[in-house]
Nanobody, 125 residues
Framework: QVQLVESGGGSVQAGESLTLSCATS????????LGWFRQAPGKERERVAS????????YYDDSVKGRFTVSRDIPKYTMYLEMNDLKPEDTAVYYC??????????????????WGQGTQVTVSS
């Protein structure tokens, strides 16, 4: 039911910035969360950041805290991930996901019910 489409990936050098977008369905549940995950080759998928759609509360993994900023544009039904000071370790396929659990789910815990197709981010030194 929920459709997610990522965009904005690409190749950059270490220290540069990149912003990803996650466009969602034109209709939103009254309470759900969106999150950014990434998966590097040979590694498990990990949550990078997430945001509660209703009130904008956010979560960040320690590896990106202070460098990445997750935000949302409510009228556009779009979530963004501003990535600054990128490092080679940030290289991965980045996925957008939706947690429809509600009641604050998406911060301490994120249960992905829907996934986007992913967008590649490559950071070279």
């Amino acid at each position: 039911q929920v459709q997610l489409v990522e965009s904005g990936g690409g190749s950059v050098q270490a220290g540069e910035s990149l912003t990803l977008s996650c466009a969602t369905s034109g209709r939103a549940y009254s309470s759900y969360a969106l999150g950014w995950f990434r998966q590097a080759p040979g590694k498990e998928r990990e949550r990078v950041a997430s945001i509660l759609w209703n009130d904008g509360r956010t979560y960040y993994d320690d590896s990106v805290k202070g460098r990445f900023t997750v935000s949302r544009d409510i009228p556009k039904y779009t979530m963004y991930l501003e990535m600054n000071d990128l490092k080679p370790e940030d290289t991965a396929v980045y996925y957008c996901a939706a947690d429809l659990s509600g009641y604050g789910s998406g911060l301490e815990h994120f249960e992905a019910h829907y996934w986007g197709q992913g967008t590649q981010v490559t950071v070279s030194s």
